[in-house]
Nanobody
């Protein structure tokens, strides 16, 4: 069974930083692309970043490019999201996600709140 468990969220002031972690199990981690998505209050899911199985190629939404960095450690079955220069608009629940055999999987998420 696929499990994705996010952690690292919290409350920060504008300009602050957080590092999110997602630990995966139940599948061959080093063979799949991993993604981070988020959902702000009252809004739909927003794709924000993805990383290839090797970790060599990363992509970002324009809204986070230059501020967020995705990485992974295949030995630890973990994917990370470094959040820098946080803004109030970044307030959301952050989820890691992946697609395996055509089926989408997502964790329970971790809350990030940015406020002064």
């Amino acid at each position: 069974e696929v499990h994705l468990v996010e952690s690292g969220g919290g409350f920060v002031h504008p300009g602050g930083s957080l590092r999110l972690t997602c630990v995966a199990s139940g599948f061959t981690f080093n063979s799949v692309e991993m993604t981070w998505v988020r959902q702000a209050p009252g809004k739909g899911l927003e794709w924000i970043s993805a990383i290839t199985p090797s970790g060599l190629i990363a992509q970002y939404a324009n809204s986070v490019k230059g501020r967020f960095t995705i990485s992974r450690d295949n030995a630890e079955n973990a994917v990370y999201l470094q959040l820098n220069s946080l803004k109030s608009d970044d307030t959301a629940v952050y989820y890691c996600a992946t697609t395996i055999n055509g089926r989408d999987h997502r964790g329970r998420g971790t809350q990030v709140t940015v406020s002064s």
